[in-house]
């Protein structure tokens, strides 16, 4: 069947009527203003995503940005009680570190003497090793949080883009059936990223062979050079053709239905690559506009108190990945629809 659009009626001769996709409907409109437009079009595209991203703001917009809050408080507890603490405290007077971040409203070089080095590498390693059980726990709880963020908005999402009745608030989903409903999802976009970086560092552990045999086999500084720029090039271009194919993986893993979505991705982009690449470059343009006027407002704690600083860093921080991460999950889904209704009408 043909996708949903206007279509020449054929019961009245010079008019247009809508078919829904399954049937026609009682919509119609004189042929000479002429309502078609092309539902696989970037128009169309960035028409449902706009509808995708203010459906997920308004059901899941508050609850994204306080687990995103949460996070940024326990970092920022971490740094304060890291860069106020005795050793920190040294740490900043020897490096001049609140003058030299904008802190105190001055900046001044930093010159030290052979025992103020040794002393300040000591105390970075102490805070550092101090930190390390701290940044993994962190670490941990971040791609956790970033698994359950996709799975969050995609399972939000999905169905009023496939359901147009579903999109319906009152009728939707209750809020924690859809983030319990997200958190079994967190398992297969968290291995969907794993197989994705997998296949990037293969990627590269590959493109060192060339490098290691011109070593051994005693190659001159020019070949290894010319070696190296050669098989950096290729791999810049395998890395990102590899990344249009796979990036929709973790979305496709937070909807269900296809494993971890790799596969999936892959046979999506077969035959669209250049359809699929453009929405993801507008996609992640949109998102990295949205994450830089967020930070935007990083600027104006300069010339307060560190911790202060850091709590207006780490506050803007969480609400940059909230709103970006609901951008990139939306763009993506509606592009994977896109692809979807496209091949349901060549076939």
């Given at each position: 069947?043909?996708?949903?659009?206007w279509?020449?009626?054929?019961?009245?001769?010079?008019?247009?009527?809508?078919?829904?996709?399954?049937?026609?409907?009682?919509?119609r409109?004189?042929?000479?203003?002429?309502?078609?437009?092309?539902?696989?079009?970037?128009s169309?595209?960035?028409?449902?995503?706009?509808?995708?991203?203010?459906?997920?703001v308004?059901?899941?917009?508050?609850?994204l940005?306080?687990?995103w809050?949460?996070?940024?408080?326990?970092?920022?507890?971490?740094?304060?009680?890291?860069?106020?603490g005795?050793?920190?405290?040294?740490?900043?007077?020897?490096?001049?570190?609140?003058?030299?971040?904008?802190?105190?409203?001055?900046?001044?070089?930093?010159?030290?003497?052979?025992?103020?080095?040794?002393?300040?590498?000591?105390?970075?390693?102490?805070?550092?090793?101090?930190?390390?059980?701290?940044?993994?726990?962190?670490?941990l709880?971040?791609v956790?949080?970033?698994?359950?963020?996709v799975?969050?908005?995609?399972?939000?999402?999905?169905?009023?883009?496939?359901?147009p009745?579903?999109?319906?608030?009152?009728?939707?989903?209750?809020?924690?059936?859809?983030?319990?409903?997200?958190?079994?999802?967190?398992?297969?976009v968290?291995?969907?990223?794993?197989?994705?970086?997998?296949?990037?560092?293969g990627?590269?552990?590959?493109?060192?062979?060339?490098?290691?045999?011109?070593?051994?086999?005693?190659?001159?500084?020019?070949a290894?050079?010319?070696?190296?720029?050669?098989?950096?090039?290729?791999v810049m271009?395998?890395?990102?053709?590899?990344?249009?194919?796979?990036?929709?993986?973790?979305?496709?893993?937070?909807?269900?239905?296809?494993?971890?979505?790799?596969?999936?991705s892959?046979?999506?982009?077969?035959?669209?690559?250049?359809?699929?690449?453009?929405?993801?470059?507008?996609?992640?343009?949109?998102?990295?506009?949205?994450?830089?006027?967020?930070n935007?407002?990083?600027?104006?704690?300069?010339?307060?108190?560190?911790?202060?600083?850091?709590?207006?860093?780490?506050?803007?921080?969480?609400?940059a990945?909230?709103?970006?991460?609901?951008?990139?999950v939306?763009?993506?889904?509606?592009?994977?629809?896109?692809?979807?209704?496209?091949?349901?009408?060549?076939n």
């Amino acid at each position: 069947m043909p996708p949903s659009g206007w279509y020449d009626d054929p019961e009245q001769p010079w008019t247009w009527r809508y078919w829904d996709g399954a049937r026609w409907t009682e919509h119609r409109s004189p042929m000479w203003v002429p309502p078609v437009r092309d539902p696989s079009s970037i128009s169309a595209w960035f028409e449902r995503g706009t509808a995708a991203v203010k459906l997920a703001v308004r059901r899941i917009g508050l609850l994204l940005m306080a687990v995103w809050l949460i996070l940024g408080v326990l970092g920022w507890w971490l740094l304060v009680t890291i860069a106020d603490g005795d050793r920190g405290r040294e740490l900043r007077r020897l490096l001049d570190i609140d003058q030299n971040f904008g802190l105190t409203g001055s900046s001044a070089s930093v010159e030290l003497s052979e025992a103020e080095a040794d002393r300040a590498w000591e105390l970075f390693r102490e805070l550092f090793w101090s930190a390390v059980p701290w940044l993994i726990v962190l670490g941990l709880l971040v791609v956790l949080a970033s698994a359950w963020s996709v799975a969050l908005v995609a399972r939000t999402v999905h169905g009023p883009l496939d359901e147009p009745s579903a999109g319906n608030l009152e009728t939707a989903d209750p809020l924690a059936n859809v983030a319990g409903d997200a958190m079994r999802r967190v398992p297969a976009v968290f291995a969907s990223g794993v197989v994705v970086l997998l296949v990037f560092a293969g990627v590269w552990l590959v493109a060192g062979l060339p490098m290691a045999l011109v070593v051994v086999a005693g190659g001159g500084g020019a070949a290894i050079v010319l070696t190296v720029v050669f098989v950096v090039l290729v791999v810049m271009v395998a890395t990102a053709w590899l990344w249009a194919r796979l990036t929709l993986a973790s979305v496709i893993a937070a909807v269900g239905g296809h494993g971890l979505g790799v596969r999936r991705s892959w046979d999506i982009t077969d035959g669209r690559f250049w359809f699929v690449v453009g929405r993801l470059l507008i996609t992640g343009l949109i998102a990295g506009v949205v994450s830089s006027a967020a930070n935007v407002f990083n600027t104006f704690g300069q010339f307060l108190g560190l911790a202060a600083y850091l709590a207006i860093v780490f506050f803007f921080q969480a609400v940059a990945v909230a709103a970006s991460m609901i951008v990139t999950v939306c763009g993506h889904l509606v592009t994977i629809d896109q692809v979807d209704d496209g091949q349901q009408a060549s076939n």
